[in-house]
């Protein structure tokens, strides 16, 4: 996986993030953002995943209070919700417990998923 500073665009770099995701575990649009060196640039994550017809784990990015974006009861939401339930989240009600599921771990592997050391 290419380092934040070899990818060509923002737009990569967001890509990039998002295939690190681990199966089984969930991502808020700021935190991939950070992971790819776009620091507060949750909306541009969103915009990108919007447009992009590459074929990335966009199921498992949901919004800061761990829940999924797309309207309640939308096909879409429904989908992502299948997706994620698939892969082993558990929802509480319309949430995902991000201290459980998320990725990076907010204690320790932030660095770690910043500069791709393992």
Do not use: C
Not at 25 to 41: D, M, N, P
Not at 53 to 63: F, G, L, Q, S, T
């Amino acid at each position: 996986m290419p380092r934040k500073s070899e990818a060509a665009s923002p737009e990569q770099a967001i890509l990039a993030a998002i295939r690190r995701i681990p199966r089984g575990r969930v991502s808020t649009y700021g935190e991939i953002a950070t992971v790819a060196g776009l620091s507060r640039r949750a909306r541009l994550v969103g915009t990108v995943l919007r447009q992009t017809a590459v074929k990335v784990p966009w199921h498992r990015v949901v919004n800061a209070s761990g829940r999924i974006s797309f309207p309640s009861g939308s096909p879409s939401h429904e989908r992502q919700r299948a997706l994620l339930k698939r892969e082993g989240i558990v929802f509480r009600g319309d949430r995902i417990s991000l201290s459980q599921y998320g990725w990076p771990d907010r204690e320790v592997d932030l660095d770690r998923a910043l500069w791709h050391r393992d």
